[in-house]
């Protein structure tokens, strides 16, 4: 917009396009609405339920404390839109400016926001995925259907992976007072997102907790029965899991197969867009017209060396979809930047763990408070010098100040004392990050090329 009256004119009487009914997407239409936006908004979204919220589907939701169905998210103003749930979007028509739906309609956009997520891998054998038992958690569908069986009782319950998700399916199976066993390729739990020397505190809190934590193998098949349930599971160190519910938790794709051929940077690793949310077009030539946030985008940091990062966290989704809406009916010179300090939380085991920043850059990890033998401590994460990430377990109200020094990019090891270092905090430690290009569980993914929009990735089931 170059001040001759259309960004008003869009303001006034345009039209936007959000496609991704979630968390981003309905953050960015408040946005849009709170900021003067007063033409015509419509929500596409492939589930057919309103924006609801997903941290409670693996936690309150599988301890039967609260229903899937009152998950809704709360609206804080309303967005007065023209809802097209339950109708996936299949095409984008870059230059006639028209995103294609599942139904055959086609809706046309002035902007266009994409915000479509991600979805949970399933079971990479699709005869094996089918068998009555066989579970992947990421919609309220999924979660209630689990939920249901899980309150049938289950002699025992797999959870295949233990990264956040499955760590805390396993926390909740065990609250309930199932058998749990958690199969693992990788050397423990959480290991790649926060490291070996942390993730071995996360495999003792499993096994104090009863869980049959098996590290270091996968999952090679699953069987059912006559009746086509799932009864036992078949690991790579040749044991047998007799086992009723499968629970496969193997990690997320992000869904922008419908983009294939738009011509926009789309590909199995998101979509490319810069600071300001605007996407990049296949060519590398930034879009002003089409907007990404959320799980499915990928945009550089200035805090972690300007990488394209792709982060599948809820704060993020919801402040990155205000920046994205606040820049679409904005004049150049007032668009802001995306540059929040990315910061997680998981509930297990008794213990709240937060974290800031992005741990899984570091290469040294500093115990700067408290004893990995308590599980309680805070763990301070160095690359070439700075403080790159922090982790909490049960001491999240010292993040901020943790916080605050990967934003001055603070010298790591941090030079200050704390009055409850311990003796295993005296100095940094090798943060144990497994090869990035090893996965933590099953099956072998390949990525080939250099375009963002590169589709050549190999998905190889363990055998």
């Not at 169905?69 to 749930?85: G, I, K, N, Q, Y």
């Not at 069987?223 to 078949?234: L, Q």
């Not at 990062?309 to 704060?315: A, D, I, Q, R, V």
Request: aromatic share 6%.
């Amino acid at each position: 917009m170059l001040g001759d009256g259309s960004l008003e004119r869009l303001k006034r009487e345009g039209r936007i396009v959000v496609v991704g009914a979630s968390l981003a997407g309905l953050r960015a239409a408040e946005t849009l609405r709170a900021e003067g936006f007063e033409g015509s908004l419509t929500m596409i979204g492939d589930e057919p339920h309103e924006p609801y919220d997903r941290p409670p589907l693996s936690k309150q939701v599988l301890l039967g404390r609260a229903a899937a169905d009152r998950t809704a998210l709360p609206r804080l103003r309303s967005v007065d839109a023209t809802w097209r749930l339950g109708v996936p979007a299949t095409g984008l028509d870059m230059a006639a400016g028209r995103v294609r739906l599942a139904d055959g309609d086609e809706v046309p956009y002035d902007r266009l926001l994409i915000a479509t997520g991600v979805r949970a891998r399933a079971w990479p054998r699709e005869a094996e995925a089918e068998l009555d038992g066989v579970f992947v958690l990421r919609t309220r569908d999924d979660s209630a259907a689990l939920a249901r069986r899980l309150e049938e009782g289950p002699k025992r319950v797999l959870v295949i992976g233990a990264g956040f998700t499955g760590s805390e399916i396993a926390s909740a199976c065990r609250e309930r007072g199932l058998a749990v066993t958690v199969a693992e390729r990788g050397a423990a739990p959480l290991v790649g997102a926060l490291g070996g020397v942390v993730g071995a505190v996360a495999a003792e809190m499993q096994r104090e907790h009863g869980v049959d934590l098996r590290c270091g193998v996968m999952v090679t098949a699953l069987e059912g029965d006559a009746s086509g349930r799932v009864r036992a599971a078949h690991l790579s160190d040749g044991s047998t899991v007799e086992t009723d519910i499968v629970i496969v938790s193997l990690g997320a794709i992000r869904n922008t197969e419908w983009l294939a051929g738009s011509g926009l940077g789309a590909g199995p690793r998101g979509i490319a867009c810069d600071a300001g949310c605007r996407a990049f077009d296949i060519r590398g030539i930034v879009t002003d017209d089409i907007y990404a946030a959320g799980d499915v985008a990928r945009s550089p940091h200035p805090l972690f060396g300007y990488q394209f990062l792709s982060l599948e966290h809820w704060g993020n989704a919801a402040s990155q979809a205000r920046i994205a809406a606040h820049n679409m009916i904005s004049e150049s010179t007032d668009r802001i930047p995306h540059m929040e300090v990315p910061a997680f939380w998981s509930s297990q085991f008794g213990v709240n763990i937060k974290s800031v920043g992005v741990p899984s850059l570091g290469t040294e990890v500093l115990i700067s408070q408290g004893a990995l033998r308590d599980h309680r401590f805070i763990g301070v994460y160095g690359y070439q010098g700075r403080v790159i990430g922090a982790v909490a377990f049960d001491q999240a109200r010292w993040l901020p100040f943790y916080q605050e020094l990967i934003e001055t990019t603070a010298a790591f090891p941090p030079p200050f004392p704390t009055v409850d270092r311990r003796s295993d905090g005296q100095r940094p430690v090798d943060a144990d990050f497994p090869d990035p290009s090893v996965p933590t569980h099953g099956p072998t993914v390949t990525l080939g090329g250099y375009s963002p929009a590169d589709r050549r990735m190999t998905f190889t089931p363990a055998h």
